[in-house]
Structures are given as structure tokens and as C-alpha cells.
């Protein structure tokens, strides 16, 4: 059911755990399966500079956290905005019909914390 590239994710995650120095966190879940999905980056001058994730949840959540994190570390805080779930999706070649709502959540939990950041900034400066 899985390609070979969401079991290798599955089985091997990168940057799996908590981020002790993030100053950006994103929690998402999904109430119809209810998994949860945390990521904590590590943003400096607007560059994802650390990543961690946090993945109560299927295969397919674990594997597409897994390749989120490493599509989004290095990038700016805009290149990360702009990952979609499709190319997650790509990444990971391929996740059945039944699993695509995992890889939302991926996405989701990025932009969670691309807010997160923003407003910390925000209040910093206010
Ligand atoms: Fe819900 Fe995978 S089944 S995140």
C-alpha cells in the first residue's frame, strides 16, 4: 500500500522529537482520525535554520513529517509557506487516496508555525 519512500520515512524519521530551542511552534490534528502533528522550527533572519516534529499518528502522518521537515530546513519562512501537500505527496512517490488528509496536516503544522513566528516577531516589536 505504501511506496518504498514513505516506509524508509516511516521507519527511519528525520528530525523526529522536540526542539528544545524552537521559537516557532505548529500543533494541528485531525478530529475525523485523531492524530496530532506537531513541528517546532528554529528561524533566524526569516531561514528555517531547525526542525523537529512531533507525530502522534499514522505511517503516512510520520513519513509525510518526516519529509516536511526536511523539504523546509534551510529554506526562508515564505519557501515554507509555499510547500503544499502535493509536493509532500511527490516526495514520499505517492500516498494512497485514504491518506492524502496526512499530508495536510504536514503542511498545515508548517504554516501553524510560520504564524507562530510572525506573531512572536510581531510582539517582539510592538
Ligand atoms: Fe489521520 Fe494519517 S490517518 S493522519
Do not use: W
Not at 95 to 119: G, N, W
Request: hydrophobic share 40%; with cysteine.
Amino acid at each position: 500500500m505504501y511506496s518504498d519512500k514513505v516506509m524508509e520515512n516511516f521507519a527511519h524519521p528525520k528530525n523526529a522529537g522536540v526542539l528544545e530551542n524552537a521559537n516557532a511552534v505548529g500543533l494541528v490534528g485531525n478530529a475525523a482520525c485523531g492524530d496530532i502533528l506537531k513541528i517546532y522550527l528554529y528561524i533566524e533572519d526569516d531561514i528555517i535554520k531547525d526542525v523537529r516534529f512531533e507525530t502522534f499518528g499514522c505511517a503516512a502522518a510520520i513519513a509525510s513529517s518526516s519529509m516536511a521537515t526536511e523539504m523546509v530546513k534551510g529554506k526562508t519562512i515564505d519557501e515554507a509557506l509555499a510547500l503544499k501537500n502535493e509536493d509532500i505527496i511527490t516526495a514520499l512517490e505517492g500516498l494512497p487516496p485514504q491518506k492524502i488528509h496526512c499530508s495536510v496536516l504536514a503542511e498545515e503544522a508548517i504554516a501553524k508555525a510560520v504564524d507562530d513566528y510572525r506573531r512572536r516577531q510581531k510582539e517582539k516589536n510592538d
